[in-house]
């Protein structure tokens, strides 16, 4: 398993140069056809006119959009640094959430930047890694502004036992066959035991192993929250890149209520990836 196209999903709004720096690095490990991708949307002000007036300010609305978007094909390409055979870029003038979920299918992983609040992200601009995951059907490597490459010389797996969890570290092989150490670690929650993480953990690092993988299992004591804990313990190894499942029937309730998916996808100050 490898990843041979890699989508990279660029924002209208902010800086692009974090998450085009570790998809190149990603582009170049697995010798990967790359994909730029880009939209948005013109939004109406709240104090929209009618009229000729009101066409006027759409028109150059969208030519804005436009010229945006063609000032984000040059900033892709320029840093791929590639063939053209090598390199696609994808555009639309639609809702981002919409078009990038869509074209999903044309790639193994996708690599965006970190939105650092879905509740402050433009939908007409940029996607919310977020939402993203709930509705692409691929893995996501979340970039944040933070991280100035993609650093895989330890790497932290948030176990959990769900199918989420499963799904992630399936989507990670590749990368976790890359890295010089892999830690997995289950953060115990809602009257777990010890023992019974200990095992599970214990059968994740045995799979790894048949994959390639050598790892050591943690199963940290902690006490509070568990997003917490994982950020703890992801320092005291030096992880560079976190990989875990995105969990929630509702994102909704995970950004009303917290949780561990919504801490990693706007929060972490290392690289994440997710899997739903």
Not at 19 to 38: N, P, Q, S, T, Y
Not at 211 to 223: D, F, K, N, R, T
Request: net charge negative; glycine share 6%.
């Amino acid at each position: 398993m490898t990843y041979a196209t890699i989508m990279v999903s660029l924002a209208s709004d902010q800086s692009n140069e974090h998450c085009l720096a570790a998809a190149r690095e990603m582009v170049d490990r697995f010798e990967a056809r790359a994909i730029g991708i880009a939209a948005a949307e013109f939004s109406p002000p709240l104090y929209f006119t009618s009229g000729d007036e009101a066409d006027r300010l759409i028109e150059q609305g969208r030519s804005s959009i436009k010229e945006r978007l063609s000032e984000l094909e040059v900033e892709f390409r320029k840093a791929m640094g590639r063939g053209s055979a090598q390199v696609e870029w994808r555009t639309s003038m639609e809702p981002p959430l919409r078009f990038t979920a869509r074209e999903a299918r044309a790639a193994d992983i996708i690599v965006i930047g970190q939105s650092r609040s879905s509740a402050f992200t433009d939908p007409f601009a940029r996607v919310s890694s977020s939402d993203l995951v709930m509705q692409a059907g691929r893995p996501l490597l979340v970039v944040p502004e933070t991280a100035d490459w993609l650093d895989l010389r330890s790497v932290l797996v948030a176990w959990k036992d769900a199918p989420e969890a499963r799904r992630a570290i399936v989507d990670s092989l590749p990368l976790l066959r890359k890295a010089k150490d892999v830690t997995v670690v289950e953060i115990i929650e809602n009257r777990g035991t010890n023992d019974e993480a200990v095992k599970r953990v214990g059968d994740v690092v045995t799979w790894l192993s048949h994959h390639g993988i050598m790892a050591s299992a943690l199963v940290p004591e902690h006490e509070g929250d568990a997003a917490a804990a994982l950020d703890t313990v992801a320092s005291n190894i030096g992880a560079g890149m976190v990989v875990a499942g995105a969990y929630g029937h509702s994102r909704l309730r995970e950004w009303v209520l917290g949780g561990v998916t919504q801490h990693l996808a706007t929060e972490s100050s290392r690289c994440v990836l997710l899997s739903r």
